[in-house]
């Protein structure tokens, strides 16, 4: 199927093929015919599957059948995310594939001043793309109303559920006309999710495009068991030994991000963390910087990758195991885009073992042991007490999704073993 054959409008034509899109992904060719009917829709999609373009496309191709005067304050569009990273990208999109259009856009969110936000928005935007915190709080002050909104979006909603938004979520749709196109979209589906969808959306099409068994066949990944004291050690080898162009570490933690982007900076791997405690102006240094190649290394936080929209991500590295098993596959989800194939490393040390059996069990995988000097038998056969992390660290996710028959999202399917 072409994008030809989904009836896109001309002006976002041209900047698909500029982009140098050539045909719509599974997500965008299910998702764009139900929406330019207007219908309400349920995506289930993860970053990295085209998704943003599968809503962008067609809701600017909606508003340009219909241009009206924008109004300070009242935008048309509003799509919800539940970072700033991933709004700031998805406020890039509408630039991007609107490029031929006139729409005005803007994103806004928190841990930056508003005053730069409250001046565009005064001028007026057809499409607003926020987090939640900061939309309430501008709607509180008077400066955003939500009455004219047409189109609504909630992207990653998941994740927003996950993150506590809901109480912002039902403000923020308590004020939103009752006509309207509503577009939800999730990575991992569950009863939260689908409750919640169930209330808002009306007489919606449900639309899997299924991305993470395919992408997640196409990643190598193996699993090194390897005691904390050496993991920095093994990281510095492997850097030493493999190819590893553009490379995602994971740490659970902030302060191990920064550690860990320090003793890589000390062997001359040029590396920067990005996590919460970072401000908005070194986030987006160095994401620039990573993109544009000037630096080798990411080292994030999951909350602060989420939206991170790199392609040729050469290797992710879980330094630290995730807590809660759906992170390992948003995770490894970066690299592995657009057809590619990834690889994936996992450092497991003994009291993360439980990590890793919550992991395997929720995506349905095996993950092969890959042979290193540094390898670690008391981690490999840690069980008990060992194989969990002290009290405080332990997420109830964990124990939520250790049921032994929950229903994962992939079928089992053995991993490569890495040499
Ligand atoms: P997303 O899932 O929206 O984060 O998109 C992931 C990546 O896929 C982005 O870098 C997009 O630029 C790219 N992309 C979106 N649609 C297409 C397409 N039809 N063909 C090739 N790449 C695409």
Not at 64 to 77: C, D, F, L, T, Y
Not at 149 to 175: H, P
């Amino acid at each position: 199927m072409s994008f030809q054959s989904l009836n896109i409008i001309d002006p976002l034509s041209r900047a698909i093929a500029k982009e140098g899109y050539t045909k719509p992904t599974p997500i965008q060719m299910q998702a764009i015919p139900y929406l330019l009917e207007g219908k309400d829709l349920m995506g289930i999609a993860q970053t990295g599957t085209g998704k943003t373009a599968a809503f962008v496309l067609p809701i600017l191709q909606r508003m340009a059948a219909e241009i009206k005067a924008v109004m300070p304050g009242s935008p048309r569009v509003l799509v919800l995310a539940p970072t700033r990273e991933l709004a700031a990208q998805i406020d890039h999109s509408f630039a991007t594939y609107g490029q031929f259009l006139r729409f005005k856009h803007t994103a806004i969110f928190g841990g930056v001043s508003q005053v730069p936000q409250v001046r565009i928005l005064s001028r007026g935007v057809d499409i607003l793309v926020a987090t939640p915190g900061r939309l309430l709080d501008l709607m509180n002050q008077g400066i955003i109303k939500l009455k004219s909104v047409e189109y609504f979006v909630l992207d990653e909603m998941d994740r927003m559920l996950d993150m506590g938004f809901v109480k912002d979520m039902r403000k923020i749709v308590s004020a939103l006309p009752q006509k309207r196109q509503s577009l939800f979209f999730s990575a991992t589906p569950n009863r939260q999710t689908d409750e919640f969808a169930c209330k808002l959306l009306d007489n919606a099409v449900r639309v899997d495009a299924g991305p993470q068994e395919s992408a997640l066949d196409r990643i190598d990944q193996s699993v090194f068991f390897v005691d904390q004291v050496n993991k920095d050690r093994l990281l510095l080898d492997l850097f030493q030994k493999s190819d590893m162009s553009r490379v995602l570490v994971f740490t659970r933690t902030k302060h191990r991000a920064d550690k860990v982007a320090l003793k890589l900076g000390k062997s001359n791997i040029r590396a920067a963390a990005i996590h919460g405690n970072k401000s908005q102006v070194q986030r987006t240094r160095a994401m620039q910087d990573f993109k544009s190649g000037r630096i080798r290394v990411l080292v994030a936080t999951d909350i602060a990758a989420r939206g991170i929209d790199v392609d040729d991500i050469s290797h992710v590295i879980n330094y630290d195991l995730p807590n809660e098993p759906e992170n390992y596959v948003h995770r490894i989800g970066r690299t592995a885009r657009a057809g590619a194939r990834g690889v994936a490393y996992s450092f497991c040390e003994a009291d993360e073992r439980d990590y890793l059996h919550g992991i395997e069990r929720f995506a349905r995988i095996k993950i092969g042991a890959a042979e290193h000097q540094y390898h670690s038998e008391r981690a490999k056969n840690a069980t008990g007490a060992a194989a969990r992390p002290p009290a405080p660290q332990r997420s109830r996710a964990i124990l939520r999704n250790a049921r032994p028959n929950k229903p994962g999202p992939h079928p089992i399917h053995t991993v490569r073993r890495a040499n």
